[in-house]
């Protein structure tokens, strides 16, 4: 809550933040993205040898994009004193207005593609070498706790069990319209998990610091704030998150050098899409030249191509790597989840606390307490990329 004298001194502020809230409600990307026919798709394109190109089907919207983008440049961001705080609205702005105009292109390829461009942007020479790094380094040998013997309602019993050690609520639904194996949806705080999929030990224990350790708790610290832009999310966030996520992973030990060469994998795939590439280009990039197994080569072209071409996923392995040279500076991780702020606005986030604006973290990742990752090939990686 912020108080009234604060209310009084920052009400243009609160009201264009408000407003803002209002708008950006209603569209969740990710909740568009997610094809409704995935595994029949995934069987006939199999069944054709890896030649008939998938054609997926999303949700509807439930959105007019112009009335909707209009709505979002309406605000009157003068109104804002603050030329640091002015900005930082500014670029939500045209953050969501992009967004907006990504969720309405679902499935128009190289409309959508372009748009998913805006968004997230593309790998960078030295994105793809570190991919490659990664991707030359020799497997190392399966242990005990990678057979994947669990169900999706043990996951579920396991999640249920880990989120006790935070004071929040989880919902959790399964989903079959997912193409992670689980996934959290910030809009309505629910961790939805695979109906079909099947986890191995390390995998619960990835998923767990991942989706629980980070995106939920930077979930319900947003909500805690007095400010919506924090729970709606900042622009950039994803890199952000995304790396706060997979670091949570490598803190409490969970990551191995085959989810590592996964993040890589996504990052080589998303290159083939500037390339040019189509789904079964991309498919045989992954599954004939890199050996990659067939299941895992159909998941990551999946992510890549769905809606049209989507970028995102490059973000995870330079997210990890902004977020790991980061801790190893020194520098406290807490602002970094006050909500789904980006690592480019700490400025901001420290002086919307200074203002009385924003509140700090209650809820903190449990594996930033200490590290417990004992593979040294990960540190070498990590302190290797470029």
């Known amino acids: 809550m912020i ?18 809230d209002r708008l950006i409600k ?28 998938p054609v997926f089907k999303y949700p509807k919207q439930n959105f007019n994009a112009y009335k909707l983008q209009r709505a979002l440049f309406s605000n009157r961001l003068e109104k804002i004193p603050d030329n640091d705080i002015r900005s930082l609205y500014q670029s939500v702005i045209y953050y969501y207005a992009n967004m907006v105009q990504c969720a309405e292109a679902i499935g128009e390829q190289k409309k959508f593609f ?9 790998p960078k020479e030295k994105d793809v070498a570190n991919a490659n790094f990664i991707l030359h380094l020799k497997d190392q040998l399966a242990s005990s706790d990678s057979e994947k013997r669990y169900t999706a309602l043990d996951a579920k019993a396991y999640f249920e069990d880990f989120v006790k050690r935070y004071d ?46 980070v995106h939920m708790v930077t979930t319900f610290n947003g909500l805690n704030q007095p400010l919506k832009i924090f729970s709606n999310g900042f622009p950039k966030n994803v890199e952000t998150q995304e790396g706060l996520a997979v670091f949570s992973e490598y803190m409490s030990g969970a990551l191995t050098l085959d989810r590592l060469k996964i993040l890589a994998y996504r990052v080589i795939a998303a290159d083939s899409l500037i390339k040019g590439y189509s789904f079964a280009d991309t498919f045989d990039l992954l599954h004939n ?10 998941i990551i072209t999946l992510r890549i191509h769905r809606g049209g071409g989507f970028t995102k996923d490059f973000l995870y392995l330079t997210g990890l790597k902004k977020i790991y040279e980061y801790y190893k500076k020194g520098q406290p991780l807490t602002p970094l989840l006050t909500g789904k702020v980006s690592l480019d606005r700490v400025d901001s986030i420290l002086k919307l606390q200074e203002y009385g604006l924003a509140s700090k973290s209650v809820h903190i990742t449990d594996s930033y307490s200490g590290n417990k990752n004992t ?12």
Do not use: C, W
């Open 114 to 122: 372009y748009n998913s461009l805006r968004l997230y942007g593309t």
């Open 289 to 298: 030249q890199y050996k990659l197994d067939r299941d895992k080569a159909f």
């Open 26 to 53: 209603r569209i969740e990307l990710l909740s568009y993205l997610n094809p409704l026919n995935a595994e029949k798709e995934k069987h006939r394109f199999f069944s054709s040898k890896y030649t008939e190109e």
């Open 168 to 213: 929040f609520p989880l919902n959790i639904k399964l989903s079959t319209s997912i193409a992670a194996d689980a996934m959290v949806s910030n809009s309505t705080q629910t961790l939805a998990i695979k109906k079909n999929a099947r986890f191995s030990d390390n995998q619960l224990k990835t998923l767990a610091n991942h989706e629980i350790g």
């Open 375 to 386: 593979n040294a090939t990960i540190d070498f990686i990590l302190q290797n990329l470029r």
């Open 3 to 20: 108080a009234d004298d604060l209310i009084r001194e920052h009400i243009d502020l609160i009201e264009i933040d408000k407003n803002l």
